[in-house]
């Protein structure tokens, strides 16, 4: 009768949205913080909630952890119609004693099918550990999207939303936001926040960036164009720490040599990046450059992801450019 009471069917604008990151997870001094990625560890609640996602075709791994819990990472991209790749994400967080405490699936850039992609990702997932929680979830998001279509070409100011509980957690599932889920038994005030170990400041990178032709206004400015080759060079950042970088490079592979050069974006390589994880990591994206194939996975405990985007010409020769993202953003940004 108590979950009865409090239960939340249906959609509806009056519904509060969850704060992103949840208010105060990272004000708070480094407890213990490593940043080094490393695989998901087997025979654990990570295992069993990512095992769905794995299996799937996801690329999952723990990208950081302190002193009170975990944030695990999974990414998957689809082709979209210009051939490139649309990534989507799913992000948890997990307490020192192996339980899960949040649950992020965020929309993509998919359009209309996003909510159906957040659906086949969720489902399984978490079904992996609470196995009423799956078939509630699906059902609440099959309302959504009845609701949605009902809703298609009205004029309404609210932000389609709904939420419900169970005894596990607290669901909220928006048309912003996708899907966000609070564990009601564990909780974790203080999240991971690490990023030294593979990331400079941001200010130490600017010069050298606007050496390669990047326009930055650093601070404020988090993202910066290279007007001459139409690149970009993004970053998420904790106070001055850049904490992901996702950049573009163009490639062009012809009769077995790479015609673009990761020097002519970085003449000074990529020295955002520290010292101990630069030559790998460079190296890495310089074996996709020059074979114009993608990557996901973790190089000297860093996550590093590189898309290879294909031109709409004739032949497998050419690859237009490469979206290359190096580390993980905290987990609810």
Do not use: K
Not at 219 to 242: K, T
Not at 267 to 287: K, Q, Y
């Amino acid at each position: 009768m108590a979950l009865g009471a409090v239960a939340l069917t249906g959609c509806t604008g009056s519904v509060e949205p969850p704060t992103l990151p949840p208010a105060g997870v990272y004000e708070h001094d480094a407890a213990g913080e490593s940043s080094w990625a490393e695989p998901i560890p087997p025979g654990g609640t990570a295992e069993l909630i990512t095992t769905p996602l794995v299996d799937a075709g996801w690329f999952c791994a723990q990208v950081r952890a302190n002193a009170e819990g975990r944030a695990l990472w999974c990414r998957v991209g689809h082709r979209d119609v210009t051939n490139g790749v649309a990534p989507q994400v799913a992000q948890f967080v997990l307490d020192h004693d192996d339980q899960l405490a949040w649950v992020w699936f965020p929309r993509t850039s998919m359009g209309t099918g996003s909510d159906d992609l957040i659906t086949a990702a969720a489902v399984p997932a978490l079904a992996a550990i609470w196995p009423d929680a799956g078939d509630r979830v699906l059902r609440e998001s099959d309302d959504f999207e009845n609701d949605r279509r009902q809703r298609a070409g009205r004029s309404d100011p609210e932000i389609l939303r709904t939420a419900w509980r169970d005894r596990h957690a607290d669901y909220i599932l928006s048309a912003v936001d996708g899907l966000v889920v609070t564990a009601r038994d564990t909780s974790v005030r203080r999240w991971p926040f690490g990023a030294e170990h593979y990331a400079m400041p941001m200010s130490s990178a600017v010069d050298d960036l606007r050496a390669g032709g990047y326009d930055c206004a650093y601070p404020p400015q988090q993202a910066c164009n290279r007007v001459e080759s139409n690149g970009y060079f993004e970053v998420s950042l904790r106070g001055d720490q850049i904490v992901s970088a996702r950049f573009g490079i163009g490639s062009w592979i012809e009769s077995g040599r790479q015609r673009h050069p990761l020097s002519e974006e970085f003449p000074r390589g990529l020295t955002f990046l520290t010292e101990e994880v630069r030559r790998p990591v460079t190296e890495r994206i310089e074996d996709c450059r020059l074979s114009g194939t993608s990557f996901a996975g973790i190089v000297a405990g860093t996550v590093v992801i590189v898309d290879a985007r294909r031109g709409l010409v004739d032949g497998d020769d050419h690859v237009s450019s490469l979206d290359i993202q190096i580390g993980v953003p905290l987990a609810g940004t």
